[in-house]
């Protein structure tokens, strides 16, 4: 069975950093992009950032850009989103999913897979 098994999330203070963690199982992991997404309460899902497993080139939102940083351990079949100064904004579920696809692709990946979510909570 596939499964995306995100974890990481909690509470934290503005300013604070977080490390989310999505393990893959059931699927060809090096062959996929692993993309993280954000819903906010009250708003449409948001694309963060999306990593290839093949040659670990990553991409990200505007939003998140020079504070997020994902990573990929394909040994571990794990990729993480490394959160950095954050802010209330980025109060949200997050969210892993997986496409066989490319990360440029347009207008964006096609994600097979998804996984539960993680909240992630920013105090002011």
């Known amino acids: 069975d596939v499964q995306l098994q995100a974890s990481g999330g909690g509470l934290v203070q503005a300013g604070g950093s977080l490390r989310l963690s999505c393990a893959a199982s059931g699927f060809e992991f090096a062959n996929y992009v692993i993309g993280w997404f954000r819903q906010a309460p009250g708003k449409e899902r948001e694309g963060a950032s999306c990593?290839?497993?093949?040659?670990?080139?990553?991409y990200y939102a505007d939003s998140v850009k020079d504070r997020f940083i994902t990573s990929s351990d394909n040994a571990k079949n794990t990729v993480y989103l490394q959160m950095n100064s954050l802010s209330p904004e980025d109060t949200a579920v997050y969210y892993c999913?997986?496409?066989?696809?490319?990360?440029?692709?347009?207008?964006?990946?096609?994600?097979?897979?998804w996984g539960q979510g993680t909240l992630v909570t920013v105090s002011s």
């Open positions: 999913a997986a496409a066989y696809d490319y990360c440029t692709s347009k207008p964006a990946p096609m994600y097979d897979y």
């Open positions: 990593i290839s497993s093949t040659d670990g080139s990553t």
